[in-house]
């Protein structure tokens, strides 16, 4: 389905050059490697750029959607209305930006991987962000899911961001005592009031860590993926845990697989027998298949147990 006529495209193309793409199939930006195409598809290569981008879209009244990794995202096929903006390619600048004796204030832009802010931790020995090794996807996408494991989140270390506003191009700095995280969540209420329309595009974050040893570090980040690589199917393509685990203490991952549902598949999609809160794509998934398995997961485990499982990966598209 087609929404940019042939004078849409050109206008774009003459402003934007080979950034932007058209028809771009999303199974190529998601790491569970389905989804149809979005209408268009930008990389921008600098936060002016960006500001246009979303001007323009503004202007045009085309609707918009900022991505990051794709590691949390299952596209539906038919794909996304609009343009899409992916914030890795040039915004992925890592660098300590506050130095005292015992800590350091380490800033990175928003397409950064959070794997290689993860890095830039330990071999810099600094302190804090040894929860989120393993965890793909960018640094945006961790502030906005507030992603995180058993032992921390992003809350835990976050002094402040830097986003765009969606509705002026404007960029404003946001403290955390103004953010408000959840469990896997970030509400921006307080911060942006109109946020529910349109959410702020995160730029990037400033990260609170402690000085500390370099090997140490190390040692237990290897621990950490080891732990991680045995536990979970870390090689296949998912989007990590598929839902949030419920209330009450028993983790999504225990209540899909005392209900019996290791290794049931609906075309090229399976619950991992490794972990069963993965959805593995097998190959030959669509999206279709993942939506069907989800609901039979979601009615088994609300049939067993009573309880419902709301997913935590985002689900977007037409
Ligand atoms: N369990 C089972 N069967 C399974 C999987 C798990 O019985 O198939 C049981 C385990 O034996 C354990 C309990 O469930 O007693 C918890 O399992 P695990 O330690 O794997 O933790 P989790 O709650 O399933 C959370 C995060 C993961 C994160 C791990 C490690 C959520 C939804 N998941 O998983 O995050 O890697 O802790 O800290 O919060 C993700 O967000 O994408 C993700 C994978």
Redesign the pocket.
């Known amino acids: 389905m087609e929404t940019f006529d042939r004078e849409i495209k050109s206008r774009l193309r003459e402003r934007f050059g080979n950034t932007i793409r058209f028809d771009e199939p999303m199974s190529r930006h998601t790491y569970f490697r389905v989804g149809g195409p979005a209408d268009a598809f930008a990389a921008p290569e600098n936060l002016d750029d960006l500001a246009e981008m979303i001007r323009w879209c503004r202007e045009e009244a085309i609707p918009f959607l900022v991505i990051g990794g794709g590691s949390n995202l299952l596209v539906t096929d038919g794909g996304i209305a609009g343009m899409v903006i992916v914030m890795t390619g040039n915004l992925k600048l890592i660098e300590t930006a506050v130095e005292t004796e015992e800590s350091v204030v380490v800033m990175a832009m928003a397409g950064a991987k959070l794997q290689a802010l993860c890095r830039f931790a330990v071999e810099n020995g600094f302190e804090g962000l040894n929860f989120a090794l393993g965890i793909p996807g960018t640094v945006g996408g961790a502030v906005i899911m507030n992603a995180g494991?058993?032992?921390g989140s992003m809350a835990d270390i976050i002094e402040s961001v830097n986003i765009m506003r969606p509705d002026t191009g404007k960029m404003q700095r946001i403290d955390k005592e103004r953010l408000d995280f959840t469990y896997r969540t970030l509400s921006w209420k307080r911060a942006v009031p109109d946020a529910d329309r349109q959410p702020p595009i995160v730029l990037d974050a400033q990260c609170h860590l402690k000085r500390s040893d370099p090997l140490k570090l190390a040692d237990e980040a290897r621990a950490i993926l080891e732990r991680?690589r045995n536990?979970?199917p870390t090689n296949a393509a998912s989007a990590?845990?598929f839902f949030?685990?419920p209330t009450g203490g028993r983790?999504?991952?225990?209540l899909i697989?005392k209900a019996g549902l290791?290794g049931i598949s609906v075309g090229g999609a399976t619950v991992s027998s490794k972990?069963?809160?993965f959805i593995i794509n097998t190959g030959s998934a669509s999206a279709t298949d993942i939506l069907a398995l989800m609901q039979i997961v979601q009615d088994r485990v609300a049939d067993t147990f009573h309880l419902e499982l709301e997913p935590?990966v985002k689900i977007v598209g037409r």
Request: aromatic share 0%; with cysteine; hydrophobic share 15%.
């Open positions: 494991t058993a032992t991680r536990r979970q990590g845990c949030k685990n983790t999504a991952g225990e697989d290791k972990h069963a809160n935590e």
